[in-house]
Structure formats: structure tokens, C-alpha cells
């Protein structure tokens, strides 16, 4: 499908067309509602974590810039060398914008809802939202294609009302290699999210897959550090090279949408 025109002040995205064995190519299942808003509450790290980003919030309300998302956004606060330094990235790109960090590890669409419904923007006026959510429906919580594509939907939809002159960043879900049929989806729910914001003011949409591409369109694993821990995980998390690379694709639209130049 070929995106309709973007505003100009979008950057063109990084498409990638990935080859998909018929089996694991997914349902494109009947329109779906958004998850229910859900809390981990339960899970206390989860809970302090958010009590703690409210606290910060009370006495830090200005930030410019608000990244919204999983484990790949909360893993800026990790500075473990040398694959899970990424307190440096963010430091360069991100805390110079005073950057507020609303990354949680493993969660959902329905997740984000939650916390967006219990205050962790309310008093915000960021510049720029950057959204990255949807892998861990696709994965974990086994949510389909349009599933996911509402969750996603309602995420964005939520932050236009709770910040109305916010600009969104919306990335696309990240290659991974835990199952072809997870690659499939994750395919699927960016082609969507191409077409369906082309043309929305609000919404700025990058799918950068291709950095973690080798020429052949093959998965670079070696920008994932999940291979490299003691359980030999799939890749899925981008190494500290992989979230740099990361952060430089995005900073030219993101620099765009603050108004400055790019770092």
C-alpha cells in the first residue's frame, strides 16, 4: 500500500518490505476495539514506577519532549556496560530537551492507556510525544494485527486530547526475530500505521526498520543484546549501538518538530 502524501514537515519513513513465508503471514481479522485500559499494579516495581514518574511530574512539569512506550524506552535509564549503556544516549539527545521518561518493561498498549488515564501527562504542554508500543501485544499478550493497530490508535488518540498542542512522534514496531508469525504482524501493523496517519498534522510516523537491516533485508542480530544474555534470548531489545542508531534516525524529525536543528 503507498502512503498518501505527507504534510512537509514529515521526513519520509523507512519502509521495509520483509519476504514472509505464506504460513506465518497473519489474519487480517475483523475490526477490533481497543484493549480495556489495564494496570500491573500488582507488580510492585510497576507501581513505584509510576508513583515515582507522578512525583517527578509534580515538581518537574515542563518537559519538552515525553517518550511514551516498553522496555526499549524505559532501557534509557539503564547504563550497564557494554550492551545496555544507554544513559549516554540520552543524555545527549534527550536530557538537554528535559526529557521525561515513561517507559515501563513488557507493557502493552493497554498498559500505556492506564497510566495516561492516571496522570503521568496531565499538567504537560511537551513539544513532542514520541510513541514507541505494540511489540509485547504481538508478542506476549497475543493480541492480532487489528487489535494491535486499535491499541496503537487509542494511545495516540488519548494523547491528542489530553495534549492538545503536542506533536506525536509515532515509530513503528522494531524487527525482532522471536517468531515468524510475530514478524508477520509487526509487518502489518506498520503498514497500517503508514497509511492511516500519511496525512495527519498531528502525527509524525517513522518506521526505521531498515537500520536494523542488513542489505540483504535480513535481521542485523548483532544490534540486540537479548543473544548475549546468560538465557540466549531472541533478539528484541537493540544493544547499546542499536538504540544509538536508533536515536540518530529519529533526531532529524524529532529536531524538526522542536524547531531546532538536529544534534
Known amino acids: 500500500m503507498i502512503p498518501r ?9 523507512l519502509l521495509v518490505t520483509a519476504s514472509v513465508p505464506a504460513f506465518a503471514r497473519p489474519v487480517h481479522d475483523t475490526p477490533a476495539l481497543a484493549p480495556p485500559p489495564t494496570d500491573r499494579l500488582n507488580e510492585r ?21 515525553v517518550l511514551i512506550g516498553d522496555s526499549i524506552t524505559n532501557n534509557y535509564d539503564k547504563a550497564t556496560t557494554p550492551d545496555e549503556n544507554f544513559a549516554p544516549i540520552w543524555a545527549r539527545y534527550y536530557a538537554p530537551r528535559r526529557a521525561l521518561n515513561l517507559g515501563f518493561s513488557g507493557d502493552t498498549t493497554a498498559n500505556v492507556l492506564w497510566r495516561l488515564q492516571h496522570g503521568e501527562v496531565e499538567g504537560l504542554r511537551p513539544k513532542v510525544a514520541i510513541v514507541l508500543i505494540g511489540t509485547n501485544d504481538t508478542a506476549g499478550a497475543g493480541r492480532t494485527v487489528t487489535q494491535t493497530q486499535a491499541g496503537i490508535d487509542a ?11 503536542t506533536k506525536i512522534l509515532l515509530l513503528g514496531l522494531l524487527p525482532s526475530a522471536i517468531t515468524a508469525a510475530k ?16 496525512a495527519d498534522p498531528r502525527v509524525a510516523y517513522r518506521d526505521i526498520s531498515a537500520i536494523f537491516r542488513r542489505p540483504d533485508g535480513t535481521l542485523d542480530v548483532t544490534l540486540f543484546y537479548d543473544p548475549r544474555l546468560p538465557q540466549h534470548g531472541k533478539p528484541l531489545h537493540p544493544d547499546t549501538h542499536g538504540q544509538r542508531m536508533m536515536a540518530e534516525a529519529i533526531e532529524p524529525t524529532l529536531a524538526n518538530l522542536l524547531g531546532e536543528r538536529a544534534r
Open 155 to 165: 494511545v495516540v488518540d488519548d494523547l491528542k486530547r489530553r495534549l492538545p498542542t
Open 183 to 198: 514478524s508477520a504482524t509487526d509487518a502489518a501493523v506498520n503498514a497500517y500505521l503508514a497509511d492511516h496517519y500519511a
Open 5 to 13: 502524501r505527507s504534510p512537509l514537515w514529515l521526513l519520509p519513513a
Open 45 to 65: 516495581w510497576w507501581a513505584d514506577r509510576h508513583r515515582a514518574i507522578l512525583a517527578t511530574i509534580a515538581e518537574h512539569p515542563d518537559p519538552a519532549v
